[in-house]
């Protein structure tokens, strides 16, 4: 029931917001103009990670509620929940800033380290991984791993927000696997909630996100997002359910090969790190031809094939 209502909840309300807020974004001139590294042909308002945040706090909220309502063990102090919640309004708040004002890529990256080192300090950290060799515990290594791990996911999620629906598609398969894991694995409380309010969100908002897109997240979704799967995560390595750490990087491993390409490319050819280009793999996809929309089905089917393999092999151990 619990992640029932956050799952619901977060679905109907981004349903409702994403278009009072593509409204309020058209009316603002809040718009993400076309330009040479951008596939979309004409203006389309950037602000639809407004609604998609709003919509998982409500679900959050929802959950909160329900547990309550049937004395389940659901509280805001329970587990990672705090950290998660913080993290993810600094996160949704950098990257709201980013798409009003624009922000130079260095200071973003600098905002994201600060906002990492906020949730380890808030007890979302990589204190141990399990796998076939026992439990290792990382001692003083688990600082820049947690730090380093959240920054690339997030940053990753960014990268391949480039197709209409891609970066939703993409979270949600990934969000699909960590569900599955967390049900098999159980002690994923209150990891579930958190994750169907995200499931919801993104669903509702692709109803606008799809091609052609009447809306996009802009960084204040793509950000979220990488956060929160990020955040989770971490959530499934750590003790309660413990799954090897190899399962989380498969599961949003799209993402993190598509900004590990571009960062060796980038590097050989002496090129700035931060510097955009039309060489990610949608693009690469679209001057093999495949039309905007398969695209995106093509690489939502890779990242939703990767998750099954997550799961699997989380199954199996």
Do not use: C
Not at 49 to 59: M, R
């Amino acid at each position: 029931m619990v992640t029932a209502a956050a799952f619901i909840v977060a679905l109907l309300a981004s349903m409702l917001l994403t278009p009072v807020v593509r409204g309020a974004a058209r009316d603002a001139g809040l718009l993400d103009e076309p330009e040479a590294r951008k596939v979309h042909e004409v203006p389309i308002p950037r602000l639809g990670g407004v609604a998609i945040v709003a919509a998982i706090y409500l679900g959050i909220a929802a959950a909160l509620v329900a547990a309550r309502a049937t004395d389940l063990p659901l509280a805001l102090e329970s587990g990672h929940l705090p950290a998660i919640l913080v993290g993810s309004a600094l996160i949704a708040g950098v990257g709201t800033f980013d798409d009003l004002q624009g922000m130079r890529a260095l200071v973003k990256l600098v905002a994201q380290v600060v906002i990492a080192l906020t949730a380890f300090g808030l007890g979302l950290s990589i204190d141990r991984l399990a796998g076939p060799w026992g439990s290792v515990d990382l001692g003083i290594w688990s600082l820049p791993l947690t730090v380093a791990w959240m920054v690339a996911v997030i940053n990753a999620v960014n990268l391949i927000d480039g197709l209409d629906g891609l970066a939703s598609g993409v979270a949600l398969t990934a969000i699909g696997a960590f569900i599955v894991i967390g049900l098999l694995f159980g002690g994923a409380d209150p990891i579930l909630p958190v994750l169907a309010a995200g499931a919801g969100g993104i669903l509702g908002f692709l109803r606008y996100n799809l091609y052609p897109a009447s809306i996009i997240m802009g960084d204040t979704g793509s950000m979220l997002l990488g956060f929160l799967l990020a955040a989770v995560g971490i959530s499934l390595t750590q003790p309660g359910v413990s799954v090897p750490p190899w399962i989380p990087v498969i599961a949003v491993g799209l993402p993190l090969g598509d900004m590990a390409w571009a960062v060796v490319r980038r590097l050989v050819a002496g090129a700035p790190v931060f510097e955009p280009d039309r060489r990610h793999i949608h693009h690469l996809l679209l001057a093999g031809g495949l039309s905007h929309r398969m695209a995106m089905l093509v690489l939502s089917g890779l990242s939703a094939l990767l998750g099954v393999i997550a799961v699997g092999l989380a199954a199996v151990g």
